[in-house]
């Protein structure tokens, strides 16, 4: 019976829309280099370079670019805050090292770390170490990072520290590393009234508590997204909380992707359903099929949020995984094969644009 509620709220949305319009730990993920991008300019941290600094050299990339301006980022780790600014689009972000550890780009500020100018708290968002308003924006074989240390700041509360906020349409993470803790990557839009898509492939995601969240339109293709214990032996955290809008049926998906964990098993859910202010209408839409996922994850793969917001009221399904933690039971609900046909990559991206990242390679 549950199976059935939430495969038909995916098909209703499905319709309403048409008929409307840790410090640096984690896996080696080699990657081939730049590749075909020819750099604009290069940043080096020994200064040997156009600059030494990523934000440096956004700033000097050309306003309303038409086409990608590349950066090529030397080996090195970057502590700094960078922001890539609306008037910037086609950025490109390149690491040259032959692994995307090789390139950090990290800080490491929370939701409560206080202002230097004393007017409060940076709040989640302003916790962001990179944050992305520039449309079509590229960034390939490197590392975003907030190392906010928990342990070492008992005095801070409220401990959202994010690695990377967009806000921009037509993003794509291509061999990228997300680090962080709690609300490690967050893929929202502009405003709820905007649509804005993200593609991550071959990415490596990591985090404890809803470390992947928004309202973006978001696809991650043959990714790991790994949870972080907590060392709890009940509850170390939750992988997504979507705020996807009531009107737009493509929130979260991930396909051909790894879950994994070091948590006890049964311990980590998949996610919850996130209500920005209580907002009624951000009806969050996640959907996992055709990956593998570990036994971190239980027979009720789905949270309720604080507040009363209930999972069953948002559209969370799976379809076809595989795995010690893809179990089948009446809290896990699937999609038929039919339904998963309308829930693919291309239906995810393309839009009105017919924007298709995910046939490019590199």
Same mark, same amino acid.
């Given at each position: 019976?549950?199976?059935?509620?939430?495969?038909?709220? %995916?098909?209703?949305?499905?319709?309403?829309?048409?008929?409307?319009?840790?410090?640096?730990?984690?896996? !080696?993920? @080699?990657?081939?280099?730049?590749?075909?991008?020819?750099?604009?300019?290069? &940043?080096?941290?020994?200064?040997?370079?156009?600059?030494?600094?990523?934000?440096?050299?956004?700033?000097?990339? +050309? !306003?309303?670019?038409?086409?990608?301006?590349?950066?090529? &980022?030397?080996?090195?780790?970057?502590?700094?805050?960078?922001?890539?600014?609306?008037?910037? +689009?086609?950025?490109?972000?390149?690491?040259? /090292?032959?692994?995307?550890?090789?390139? !950090?780009?990290?800080?490491?500020?929370?939701?409560?770390?206080?202002?230097?100018? /004393?007017?409060? +708290?940076?709040?989640?968002?302003?916790?962001?170490?990179?944050?992305? *308003?520039?449309?079509? =924006?590229?960034?390939?074989?490197?590392?975003?990072?907030?190392? %906010?240390?928990?342990?070492?700041?008992?005095?801070?509360?409220?401990?959202?520290?994010?690695?990377?906020?967009?806000?921009?349409?037509?993003?794509?993470?291509?061999? !990228?590393? %997300?680090?962080?803790?709690?609300?490690?990557?967050?893929?929202?839009?502009?405003?709820? @009234?905007?649509?804005?898509?993200?593609? =991550?492939?071959?990415?490596?995601?990591?985090?404890?508590?809803? =470390?992947? =969240?928004?309202?973006?339109?978001?696809?991650?293709?043959?990714?790991?997204?790994?949870?972080?214990?907590?060392?709890?032996?009940?509850?170390? /955290?939750?992988?997504?909380?979507?705020?996807?809008?009531?009107?737009?049926?493509?929130?979260?998906?991930?396909?051909?992707?790894?879950?994994?964990?070091?948590?006890?098993?049964?311990?980590?859910?998949?996610?919850?359903?996130?209500?920005?202010?209580? *907002?009624?209408?951000?009806?969050?839409?996640?959907?996992?099929?055709?990956?593998?996922?570990?036994?971190?994850?239980?027979?009720?793969?789905?949270?309720?949020?604080?507040?009363?917001?209930?999972?069953?009221?948002?559209?969370?399904?799976?379809?076809?995984?595989?795995?010690? /933690?893809?179990?089948?039971? @009446?809290?896990? +609900?699937?999609?038929?094969?039919?339904?998963?046909?309308?829930?693919?990559?291309?239906?995810?991206?393309?839009?009105?644009?017919?924007?298709?990242?995910?046939?490019?390679?590199?």
């Amino acid at each position: 019976m549950h199976v059935r509620r939430r495969t038909s709220l %995916f098909l209703a949305t499905l319709t309403v829309l048409g008929a409307a319009h840790s410090g640096l730990a984690g896996p !080696v993920l @080699a990657h081939q280099g730049p590749g075909h991008d020819r750099p604009d300019v290069t &940043v080096s941290v020994d200064g040997r370079a156009d600059f030494a600094s990523v934000q440096a050299a956004i700033d000097a990339a +050309p !306003v309303g670019a038409t086409e990608p301006w590349v950066v090529a &980022v030397r080996p090195g780790e970057y502590r700094e805050l960078v922001k890539v600014p609306a008037t910037k +689009p086609f950025l490109t972000l390149v690491g040259t /090292g032959r692994r995307a550890q090789d390139v !950090v780009i990290a800080y490491d500020n929370a939701n409560g770390t206080p202002k230097p100018d /004393g007017s409060g +708290p940076y709040g989640t968002s302003g916790s962001a170490s990179v944050t992305l *308003d520039g449309a079509d =924006f590229t960034a390939r074989n490197l590392t975003f990072a907030n190392l %906010f240390d928990e342990a070492a700041h008992p005095e801070i509360t409220n401990r959202q520290a994010v690695a990377v906020l967009t806000r921009a349409d037509r993003l794509v993470f291509d061999g !990228v590393r %997300f680090l962080g803790n709690q609300d490690t990557l967050y893929v929202n839009s502009s405003s709820a @009234a905007v649509v804005a898509r993200a593609y =991550f492939r071959d990415c490596y995601v990591e985090g404890d508590v809803d =470390f992947i =969240f928004g309202r973006a339109t978001a696809v991650f293709d043959r990714s790991q997204i790994h949870s972080l214990t907590r060392g709890s032996a009940t509850n170390n /955290g939750y992988v997504t909380a979507p705020s996807t809008m009531i009107d737009n049926p493509y929130g979260f998906l991930f396909t051909r992707s790894h879950f994994t964990s070091d948590a006890p098993a049964g311990t980590v859910f998949l996610g919850r359903p996130w209500h920005p202010s209580n *907002d009624p209408n951000a009806i969050g839409q996640v959907l996992v099929r055709d990956s593998w996922i570990g036994d971190h994850i239980g027979a009720v793969a789905w949270s309720d949020f604080s507040g009363g917001w209930l999972w069953r009221d948002a559209r969370f399904a799976e379809h076809h995984n595989r795995g010690p /933690g893809a179990l089948l039971t @009446a809290d896990r +609900p699937q999609l038929t094969p039919p339904e998963a046909g309308l829930f693919t990559v291309r239906a995810y991206l393309s839009g009105t644009d017919g924007w298709s990242p995910e046939l490019r390679r590199r």
